[in-house]
């Protein structure tokens, strides 16, 4: 059964500490990105990647990392920059490049509640 | 201005109601559109695309206005588990020439009983 898988579904963390979010799909797609979503707004993109070993900042990129360096993954790590980490992060891909536009699929989502 | 803009509502509305949403976009080159369904505490899951022509899938109607930059979705007969948020989503071209969604903030939907 193909899909996007996130993990873990919730996660707490300490003022201080650096988070890794984990993004997985098998849906053989080539573009993934990582969005955050407050309460009462849209989703923001914190960064995306066109293909293996690439990704580009997105809106909030600061206090974030990411890598690529497979196909199938794309982990979000939240450092300790980040100055408002607590919020609902999910992660999407797309078949084809991200310059296509093409729909997005979601992933269920990790929130991140920081104590 | 944002890019892309939503009434937040909410709208409740009765069982079996027509109820319809818009959605503003200010890129005038937008070239994709979408709607998107989030139900509470949910991941974002794809309603729908918007075509120029205007396109319909049971209950479910979408129309895409370029002149005036404006979408709208439109639910016929609702039901209990139309309720939900309904996001709506634009391709716009990023400051890294690759393009991207903009998703507005979305409208609240309940459909009450």
């Known amino acids: 059964d193909g899909g996007i898988t996130q993990s873990p579904k919730y996660l707490f963390r300490k003022e201080g500490q650096n988070v890794t979010l984990s993004c997985e799909q098998n849906?053989?797609?080539?573009?993934m990105y990582w969005y955050r979503q407050d309460p009462g707004q849209g989703l923001r993109l914190i960064y995306y990647?066109?293909?293996?070993?690439?990704?580009q900042k997105g809106d909030i990129a600061e206090g974030y990392s990411v890598s690529r360096e497979k196909k199938e993954s794309f982990p979000l790590t939240v450092t300790s920059a980040q100055k408002n980490p607590t919020a609902f992060y999910l992660c999407?891909?797309?078949?084809?490049?991200?310059?296509?536009?093409?729909?997005?699929?979601f992933g269920p989502g990790t929130r991140l509640t920081v104590l | 201005r944002k890019e892309v803009e939503q009434d937040p509502g909410p709208f409740n509305v009765p069982e079996g109601a027509t109820v319809a949403f818009n959605c503003t976009y200010s890129?005038?080159?937008?070239?994709?559109f979408f709607w998107y369904r989030q139900d509470c505490r949910k991941e974002p899951k794809l309603l729908m695309s918007?075509?120029?022509s205007g396109n319909e899938d049971g209950r479910f109607t979408a129309q895409l206005n370029r002149a005036s930059q404006y979408i709208s979705l439109l639910i016929r007969d609702s039901k209990l588990s139309d309720s939900a948020t309904y996001l709506c989503?634009?391709?716009?071209?990023?400051?890294?020439?690759?393009?991207?969604?903009?998703f507005g903030s979305g409208t609240q939907l309940t459909v009450l009983p």
């Open positions: 999407a891909s797309s078949i084809g490049s991200a310059r296509l536009g093409n729909e997005q699929f």
């Open positions: 990647s066109q293909i293996v070993n690439d990704f």
């Open positions: 918007v075509y120029s």
């Open positions: 890129n005038s080159a937008s070239q994709s």
């Open positions: 989503v634009v391709n716009s071209i990023s400051s890294g020439s690759a393009r991207q969604l903009t």
């Open positions: 849906l053989n797609h080539d573009a």
